[in-house]
Structure formats: C-alpha cells, structure tokens
C-alpha cells in the first residue's frame, strides 16, 4: 500500500466543495502535447480515445512503442512549464465561483511534477490548492469531502475518473469535460448519472443550478 496523500495543506471552509481535473479541463493538454510531439518529428494522431499507439513518427507514420511514448509524456511533464496553457476562460469561471465555493485541484500526474504544475498554474491566477496522486480519484475525494452536509462537484475529461468518484461519493455531481474537440468527438459517452459541458461556461451553469437546488 502506498503512503496514504496528504491533505493537511486543504482547508474547507463550510461551502459547496468544486474538485477539478488538470491536464484537458483547467491546462489544455491534448493540443500543446501534440505541438510538443511535433516539435521532434514525431504527432498524434486523433483515431481513438488514447494516447499509447497514436503518436507516430512523422517521417516512416510508424506508432512509437508504448514505452516510447510514457517516456515521450514523461518528458512533457517535465516541460509543461514552455508548453501548457489555460483551457478557454477557466481562470475567470473559477475565481467566480470561488466566491462562492472552495475548489481543489486533483491530477493524476506523477507527483513528482508538483512544482512545475504549480509555479504554472500560479502564473496563469489558479492559485487553488492541488493534489497530484495516481491513486483511483473516487476514495480521494471522498477522503476530502469526508462526511459534510454542503453541494459536492467533481470535473474530470476521462470517465474512469468520474466512474471512481460515483461509487465512492455517489451525491457527488459529475461533470465531464475535456478541452480538444478532436478527442473529445471520440470519448466514450458518459453513461447515466454523469453529465457532459462543452465549455467552461457551461460548466459554471450545471453547478451553479446545482448549488441553487
Ligand atoms: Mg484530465
């Protein structure tokens, strides 16, 4: 078993509870990761919902191995910093709703990327307190959320993700929201209980009907 995370740098105050995803819902990652590929020869490809077999080497169309292409995402991650960027109104719909409610990021990006993500996030005004685990999301959350009486959100891109929080926090409210179009044409439709956003505008909507209810 690995260490349990820790929370103790959270603090909740007695208001509705928003936990966000990173990488495809608060940073772009799809599109810069595959101007990163680019940048060395290599793309992705959007011919399904994944990322191991469709980076490909631009000059023979050859898929990279699936040990090439953790070691490609591995080094991505290291340089988020020069690629990464907002998802589309983000830090303005989060720090509305930051009037109103606490928000904690959750990623499931190694941890030891912490740093990086968080000087990113800082400079682009999402100072919001972040967990970084490649634990299942679903007992997290409920760990963070423990046993409180106010509204519970939880947004994410990959329904793997939104399918944990539903077995572990079932009175959470479940978005699903994913910044490429491309991808996101091809992502499995999301299943009963869990709803779909194009945008963050239309995210803001669903949760503010949410807290209204
Ligand atoms: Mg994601």
Redesign the pocket.
């Known amino acids: 078993m690995p260490d349990a995370l820790d929370l103790n740098h959270i603090r909740l105050t007695g208001r509705p509870l928003i936990v966000c995803?990173?990488?495809?819902?608060v940073l772009e990652?799809l599109t810069p990761f595959r101007n990163f590929l680019r940048s060395s020869g290599r793309d992705l490809l959007p011919r399904s919902f994944r990322l191991h077999g469709n980076v490909v080497k631009l000059d023979s169309g050859e898929p990279e191995a699936d040990e090439a292409t953790s070691a490609l995402l591995e080094q991505f991650f290291t340089l988020q910093d020069l690629w990464q960027t907002p998802a589309d109104r983000v830090a303005e719909t989060l720090a509305g709703l930051a009037a109103d409610a606490d928000i904690v990021f959750l990623?499931?990006m190694p941890p030891r990327h912490t740093g990086a993500r968080r000087a990113l996030l800082n400079r682009h005004g999402l100072p919001y307190p972040m967990l970084a685990s490649e634990e299942p999301k679903g007992p997290i959350i409920k760990r963070l959320h423990d046993a409180r009486d106010v509204p519970l959100v939880f947004i994410?891109?990959?329904l793997r993700?939104l399918q944990s929080a539903q077995a572990h926090a079932p009175d959470c409210l479940l978005i699903n929201l994913?910044a490429n179009a491309q991808f996101r044409a091809l992502a499995p439709e999301p299943g009963d209980g869990i709803l779909k956003a194009d945008s963050w505008a239309d995210t803001a909507a669903i949760i503010r009907t949410h807290f209204l209810r």
């Open positions: 995803d990173i990488d495809e819902v990652f990623t499931a994410d891109d990959i993700n994913m």
